[in-house]
């Protein structure tokens, strides 16, 4: 199975730690969205799309990296985060991102997330939230969530 998790990481390294637990399990190379040659997702049987969330959104070098993804027919995605906060029910960024990915033809599997050390600027006074994460219990989980993911996809095929 051919897995590639398009991860972008900025403040702490917290989404891709938790990029590279997954890849541990799926067998998937982690790439940067500006490291990617868009073609090459045509031959996966499986692409990732995740990042830290900024401002209450994904990463905005990840949505640009989508919206520019060629719409067609595709295989099977998921979307993932890092967050110092669950996402608010007046914004949902996760449901936004997943319909941009499935907008270019993917079928998004699931998705995952988990708390990820947030020291933006006013939480920098106080040393930051979600401190000590993402941890094993995080990484453990989404572990469990990368098996699930090759159960679905092999199952499938």
Known sequence: ?????VCKSVSHGNTLRVAEAMSQVLGARVVA??????????ACDLVGFGSG??????????????AALPAGQRGKA???RTSG???PPFLRYVRALTRAVEGKGFEVVDTFGCRGLDTWLPL???GGVSKG???TTDFAAAQVFAADLRAKITAAT
Not at 1 to 5: G, L, N, R, S, T
Not at 33 to 42: S, W, Y
């Open 1 to 5: 199975m051919k897995v590639i998790i």
């Open 33 to 42: 969205p500006e490291d990617v040659d868009p073609a090459e997702l045509a």
């Open 53 to 66: 969330i900024f401002h209450m959104d994904f990463h905005p070098d990840l949505r640009r990296f989508i």
């Open 78 to 80: 998921f979307v993932f």
């Open 85 to 87: 906060f669950p996402e």
């Open 124 to 126: 920098r006074l106080v």
């Open 133 to 135: 994460h993402p941890d």
